[in-house]
């Protein structure tokens, strides 16, 4: 009894197979029909390597939300050599709340040459050239997210020659702590001394003759530093054409997180428009000579996060490749076999076309009576 119940349930399962196995003897194979093949498996394999290659790539994904953190400190990291001698210069930072933060708190004032040599004119022209990609093609800044603790250093290399003249210019290097307000960053002529209703720079005491801001920006940054990451600011270069000349950089600030699959950091990206004009009070341009940095903080912030394709989704895809094809490529072979049968027909070509049989009438002529294949089935 329960062998008999064992097949019962085994004849059930047979009876809902949905792949019943086709004899041998009952298969035709064609030349067509293999080259078709041929292709389908071509086909399949390319684009199965293909969709490993996505599988193992990773995107970046960006989601915005308001900015809460308001209480924290923002750090500013700079190196900038400026064309005039340290003594002459004085940098500081002046916020909205009329706070000012003194250079002597956190940057260094080192005496240089503002001459470059010629392996760190290299360098600065490699880092232009990147900037100015990065700043068309964003997809270079992924790339940069992806890769940031892998990345090239971009601090300048140390000379590599002796210098043989003295130094003219004055690096100021380091990092401030600032309030998370908008705020100016400026370097001008004169140290900053405090004042009740704001700041001073003593610059009484400097001849206009020894003015000159051309400066380099080496590197300029909010945030905590990330090395490989370009900023829009880092390897600019500006000459002066008069003595009383201003350099303004208009900054936007946008708080960002970075979840990588290799790090996680808090930075900050930002966008910067340049102005540059010469003081002239006589013909109505007033102003300070000096290089002035205006920032303003964004109050969106922007995640970014690294993501994968799931195991589970590529699968589903490579099914959908195997299958679809197989069943494109068997659905065209049908339908260009169908075309060409109906052709044939039509033409009498190839298995249609007329065979003439020879009939025996009991006399000496024979007679040839054509047989023609009926094309309508």
């Given at each position: 009894?329960r062998?008999?119940?064992?097949?019962?349930?085994?004849?059930l399962?047979?009876?809902?197979?949905?792949?019943?196995?086709?004899?041998?003897?009952?298969?035709?194979?064609?030349?067509?029909?293999?080259?078709?093949?041929?292709?389908?498996?071509?086909?399949?394999?390319?684009?199965?390597?293909?969709?490993?290659?996505?599988?193992q790539?990773?995107w970046?994904?960006?989601d915005?939300?308001?900015?809460?953190?308001?209480?924290?400190?923002?750090?500013?990291n700079?190196?900038?050599?400026?064309?005039?001698?340290?003594h002459?210069?004085?940098?500081?930072?002046?916020?909205l709340?009329?706070?000012?933060?003194?250079a002597?708190?956190g940057?260094?004032?080192?005496?240089?040459?503002?001459?470059?040599?010629?392996?760190?004119?290299?360098?600065?022209?490699t880092?232009?050239?990147?900037?100015?990609?990065?700043?068309?093609?964003?997809?270079?800044?992924?790339?940069?997210?992806?890769?940031?603790?892998?990345?090239?250093p971009?601090?300048?290399p140390?000379?590599?020659?002796?210098?043989?003249?003295p130094?003219?210019?004055?690096?100021?290097?380091?990092?401030?702590?600032?309030?998370?307000?908008?705020?100016?960053?400026?370097?001008?002529?004169?140290?900053?001394?405090?004042?009740?209703?704001?700041?001073?720079?003593?610059a009484?005491?400097?001849s206009?003759?020894?003015?000159n801001?051309?400066?380099?920006?080496?590197?300029?940054?909010?945030?905590?530093?990330?090395?490989?990451?370009i900023?829009?600011?880092?390897?600019?270069?500006?000459?002066a054409?008069?003595?009383?000349?201003?350099?303004q950089?208009?900054i936007?600030?946008?708080?960002?997180?970075?979840?990588?699959?290799k790090f996680?950091?808090?930075?900050?990206q930002?966008?910067?428009?340049?102005r540059?004009?010469?003081?002239?009070?006589?013909?109505?341009?007033?102003?300070?000579?000096?290089?002035?940095?205006?920032?303003?903080?964004?109050?969106?912030?922007?995640?970014?996060?690294e993501?994968?394709?799931?195991?589970?989704?590529?699968?589903?895809?490579?099914?959908?490749?195997i299958?679809?094809?197989?069943?494109?490529?068997g659905?065209?072979h049908?339908?260009?076999?169908?075309?060409?049968?109906?052709?044939?027909?039509?033409?009498?070509?190839?298995?249609?076309k007329?065979?003439?049989?020879?009939?025996?009438d009991?006399h000496?002529?024979?007679?040839?009576?054509?047989?023609?294949?009926?094309?309508?089935?």
């Amino acid at each position: 009894m329960r062998r008999l119940n064992k097949r019962k349930a085994l004849n059930l399962v047979k009876e809902l197979d949905a792949f019943p196995k086709i004899p041998e003897s009952y298969i035709e194979t064609s030349s067509s029909g293999g080259t078709v093949s041929i292709i389908a498996f071509t086909t399949i394999a390319v684009l199965s390597m293909m969709e490993f290659f996505v599988y193992q790539d990773t995107w970046m994904k960006y989601d915005y939300e308001v900015d809460k953190d308001f209480a924290s400190k923002l750090r500013i990291n700079l190196d900038i050599t400026v064309s005039m001698k340290c003594h002459y210069i004085g940098a500081d930072v002046l916020d909205l709340a009329e706070t000012m933060v003194a250079a002597s708190e956190g940057l260094k004032y080192e005496p240089t040459v503002f001459e470059l040599s010629s392996r760190q004119k290299m360098w600065q022209r490699t880092l232009q050239k990147i900037r100015r990609k990065v700043q068309e093609e964003h997809s270079l800044q992924d790339l940069l997210f992806k890769s940031a603790f892998r990345g090239s250093p971009t601090a300048l290399p140390p000379r590599e020659d002796k210098l043989s003249y003295p130094h003219d210019a004055c690096r100021i290097h380091g990092h401030l702590y600032v309030n998370k307000v908008a705020g100016n960053f400026h370097i001008t002529v004169g140290k900053a001394i405090p004042h009740p209703r704001g700041h001073a720079h003593m610059a009484a005491l400097v001849s206009h003759d020894v003015y000159n801001f051309s400066h380099r920006i080496d590197h300029y940054s909010f945030g905590e530093p990330i090395p490989g990451i370009i900023n829009p600011l880092d390897g600019t270069e500006k000459i002066a054409r008069d003595h009383n000349q201003m350099f303004q950089y208009f900054i936007t600030i946008v708080p960002t997180k970075l979840n990588t699959y290799k790090f996680t950091a808090e930075t900050h990206q930002y966008s910067v428009t340049e102005r540059e004009r010469v003081i002239d009070h006589a013909a109505g341009s007033h102003g300070v000579s000096g290089i002035f940095m205006k920032y303003d903080i964004s109050s969106l912030m922007v995640t970014v996060t690294e993501q994968h394709m799931p195991l589970g989704q590529f699968l589903v895809r490579l099914c959908g490749i195997i299958g679809g094809i197989f069943s494109t490529t068997g659905m065209l072979h049908g339908f260009v076999g169908f075309l060409v049968d109906v052709v044939c027909c039509r033409f009498k070509l190839g298995a249609y076309k007329p065979k003439a049989v020879t009939a025996l009438d009991g006399h000496i002529n024979n007679h040839s009576v054509p047989i023609l294949d009926d094309c309508e089935h």
